[in-house]
């Protein structure tokens, strides 16, 4: 396999962002490697963590970092270019058979995810991979256009929205999700496989926040119904009481 470039280079050309691409976009950096600018609240320490914590305990596809640069401002992550096709582009050329084979698939890896979790030492400890507790990114209708946090335990997550403590279970274990599971982000592989990518909201969370998760990618892609009826079997199931209460939360704080 061909290596990416050495880091001067690489340094050089990082520095002509092309003009009017936003941050977190992502663009080829050579032909076996691609480069993902990251945004101050989302710096690439965190992605690359998360990466390299899904390859090291799961079989889930997903690419390898090369080296991740931090600055003041924003990131650069410099990661493994997969071959293939975005599943948004295929999934409406597929048969019914062929979709919930997908969806079976993915299942497969959120349950991955789940199992995996437990060697994770901080698991308990709400937001993204780190040493210590960080603020909480993801969804936008949730955490809003800033980082939320940071929060000790589960109990004082749960809190921030649901402050009665009726609606949302906080007893459950967290578990590493995702954060953006949309069919742009499933990459159908040359070799075959599905490939997860962009980590970028990847954090503990409890397992229904997948649900919501994939469920509002949907709503801002304006996503084909028919993936829209296999998102309870990507994420192992449907917490539709949390989302419906998360997404009245979700309008009265913006209110």
């Known amino acids: 396999m061909k290596t990416a470039p050495g880091l001067p280079d690489a340094m050089f050309t990082l520095g002509r962002r092309p003009e009017g691409r936003p941050y977190w976009n992502v ?39 090369r080296r991740y640069i931090k600055g003041q401002r924003h990131g650069y992550l410099l990661m493994e270019k997969i071959p293939g096709k975005r599943l948004d582009r295929v999934w409406p050329s597929y048969t019914p058979l ?14 991955q995810l ?14 993204p991979i780190s040493d210590k507790p960080e603020r909480c990114n993801g969804i936008a209708f949730l955490f809003g256009d800033r980082p939320r946090g940071p929060f000790n335990s589960s109990k004082e997550l749960v809190a921030h929205f ?32 599905l490939w997860l990518v ?12 997948e649900y919501i998760a994939t469920m509002s990618a949907a709503d801002n892609d304006d996503a084909d119904h028919s993936w829209r009826k296999h998102i309870p079997i990507v994420t192992d ?3 539709v009481k949390e989302l419906n209460f998360l997404q009245r ?4 704080a913006k209110g």
């Open 237 to 239: 199931g449907a917490c």
């Open 162 to 193: 649901d402050k009665s403590g009726e609606c949302l279970d906080y007893t459950q274990p967290l578990v590493l999700t995702h954060g953006d599971l949309s069919m742009r982000n499933v990459i159908v592989g040359d070799d075959g496989r």
């Open 98 to 111: 062929q979709k919930f084979i997908v969806a079976w698939t993915l299942r497969g890896y959120i349950r």
């Open 249 to 252: 939360w979700g309008s009265y």
């Open 198 to 209: 962009d980590w970028t909201w990847s954090a503990f969370y409890p397992p229904y926040f």
């Open 27 to 65: 663009f080829d950096l050579c032909s076996d490697t691609v480069v993902k600018l990251c945004s101050v609240f989302n710096t690439p320490t965190a992605e690359a963590r998360a990466l390299a914590f899904v390859h090291s305990n799961t079989s889930i596809p997903v690419p390898r970092i």
């Open 114 to 127: 789940r199992q995996a979790s437990a060697a994770y030492a901080r698991r308990h400890i709400p937001g």
